[in-house]
Nanobody, 121 residues
Framework: QVQLVESGGGLVQTGGSLRLSCTAS????????MGWYRQAPGKQREVVAR???????NYDDSVKGRFTISRDNAKNTVYLQMNSLKPEDTAVYYC???????????????WGQGTQVTVSS
């Protein structure tokens, strides 16, 4: 059973930094596009950043210049380096990946369990 496991959330002051990690594991699979999303209380889940299998990055305007997405294909892991954090970045952050399962030859979207990021003012 393929799963995504996240780590790295926490409480930080305005202007601080955090690094999120998300690793895919379980079975025989190939990880394609990966991304980070977030959901603040009372709001819909929104995309933060995405990265293709060959490393092309895309960011929401609200995080450009502050956040950096990267991946280590050998470890099936995606990272989100968050700098210059603001209170409005407070949310639960979810990683997402399009994963091709070799045995059943099918691609599905997988989500992590979410990790809380809180930025105090």
């Amino acid at each position: 059973q393929v799963q995504l496991v996240e780590s790295g959330g926490g409480l930080v002051q305005t202007g601080g930094s955090l690094r999120l990690s998300c690793t895919a594991s379980g079975g025989f699979f190939v990880v394609n596009d990966m991304g980070w999303y977030r959901q603040a209380p009372g709001k819909q889940r929104e995309v933060v950043a995405r990265i293709t299998s060959d490393g092309r990055e895309n960011y929401d305007d609200s995080v450009k210049g502050r956040f950096t997405i990267s991946r280590d294909n050998a470890k099936n892991t995606v990272y989100l380096q968050m700098n210059s954090l603001k209170p409005e970045d407070t949310a639960v952050y979810y990683c997402q990946a399009k994963i091709f399962r070799v045995v059943i030859r099918r691609t599905d979207d997988y989500w992590g369990q979410g990790t809380q990021v809180t930025v105090s003012s």
